[in-house]
């Protein structure tokens, strides 16, 4: 086996998923919402699977799809992306892994900032890809020009950001944007920016991509899901964009990885991009009760929550709730013992236990959340 994969375990998603099915706990783990998703995007994916072909579509994604994403990104984001510009992708996660296996050569260095989403370093070091990274403290896990210069050498070839940050909630500021653009001009490196969370955005705030930061067109890989637009996240259809010299080079990683996408999800997804704002403001409406649902009932109970600008995800300062066993370790009590699945945020770390705080997913119906606080009445 090759030996980054000897020492990996089961992603903790799965790990703790699995164990709520088995034993019954409230899953607040993984990130996936309990509710249908919009039925006018779903009833197209139907109709393309019984009306339209389903043999392999083009293997950079189809017309309809480039299409949208990059009208999308016009209307959404005022960027101007052609079609030409857009590589289809199944999930955001192949994506990640054709733009890492197309950019990272043995021994390059790879800047990650720490809380990381749990498939970079697998991803960056079974390329041969060095890892630089960068720890980002709470409350606010802002990124400072300091930290970066410290993990800077003349081997940096390429930075990968998530903004919106799973597990944190945090929105890079413009600040932020500024200095990672002046980062990867300089060291003359190519950003992956994860940002599959840019339409799950609370309390008026708008996601920025640093692709659109001066002097980052030409070397900024954009990352979409539309299981996260959506809240289909079993689709698995995502994409990719980038100026078309980059997109070829991450179109050889792809064609030998997945080639193509499922062609009915592709229409789903086409036909839900073009949905008007009222669709994308419910979505963030909504998801903005339930954290504050969850966040309320968390307080009530005595736990310290950090702040969630973003994402489906609230986080429980364990060390400032009086509760002192680790993150790992409370994870573990909740589900055993109260029934309630959790991600120990010292999974997004390479050396855990480092952090003291869980992850609660609130994309859930009320009903969930409340039943989920009523078991959390017990406490270590
Ligand atoms: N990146 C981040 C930061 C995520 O949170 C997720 C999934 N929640 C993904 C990538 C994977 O997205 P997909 O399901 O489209 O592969
Ligand atoms: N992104 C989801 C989360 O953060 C999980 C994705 C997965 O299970 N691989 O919970």
């Not at 079993?234 to 080639?259: E, N, S």
Request: glycine residues 8%.
């Amino acid at each position: 086996m090759n030996p980054v994969y000897r020492k990996l375990g089961t992603t903790i998603f799965e790990a703790m998923s699995a164990r709520a099915r088995a034993s019954g706990a409230i899953n607040l783990g993984q990130g996936f919402p309990d509710g249908r998703g919009p039925q006018d995007v779903l009833a197209e994916a139907a109709r393309a699977l019984i009306e339209d072909s389903n043999q392999y579509p083009p293997m950079l994604g189809t017309a309809p799809l480039r299409q949208a994403v990059a009208e999308h990104y016009r209307v959404h984001q005022g960027l101007d992306l052609a079609p030409e510009e857009v590589v289809v992708t199944s999930g955001a996660t192949e994506a990640l892994a054709c733009a890492i296996f197309a950019l990272v050569s043995p021994g390059d260095e790879v800047v990650m900032f720490q809380p990381l989403y749990d498939a970079y370093l697998p991803l960056v070091e079974r390329a041969g890809g060095v890892a630089r990274l960068v720890r980002l403290a709470p409350p606010e896990w802002r990124i400072t020009a300091e930290a970066l210069a410290a993990v800077a050498s003349d081997k940096t070839r390429l930075i990968i950001l998530n903004s919106p940050l799973n597990p944190a909630g945090a929105l890079a500021t413009p600040q932020e944007l500024a200095l990672l653009a002046d980062f990867c001009i300089s060291h003359d490196c190519v950003a992956i920016c994860d940002e599959v969370w840019e339409h799950v955005v609370f309390d008026g705030a708008r996601h920025q991509s640093l692709i659109a930061q001066p002097g980052m067109r030409e070397r900024t890989v954009k990352i979409g899901s539309a299981g996260k637009i959506f809240s289909l996240t079993g689709w698995k259809v995502g994409w990719m964009c980038a100026t078309p010299r980059l997109a070829g080079v991450l179109a050889k990683a792809h064609q030998f990885l997945t080639f193509t996408t499922a062609p009915n999800l592709q229409a789903g997804a086409a036909f839900g991009l073009g949905k008007d704002l009222a669709y994308f403001e419910g979505m963030r409406a909504g998801y903005q009760r339930s954290r504050d649902r969850l966040r309320g009932g968390l307080e009530r109970l005595g736990y310290a929550v950090l702040p969630c600008a973003s994402t489906y995800f609230l986080n429980i300062d364990l060390t400032a709730s009086g509760v002192d066993m680790g993150d790992v370790a409370f994870a573990e009590w909740l589900i055993e013992e109260a029934g309630v699945a959790t991600i120990p945020v010292s999974a997004f770390y390479a050396e855990a236990p480092v952090t003291n705080v869980v992850r609660l997913c609130f994309a859930k119906q009320d009903a969930t959340l409340d039943a989920a606080l009523e078991r959390m009445t017990r406490r270590p």
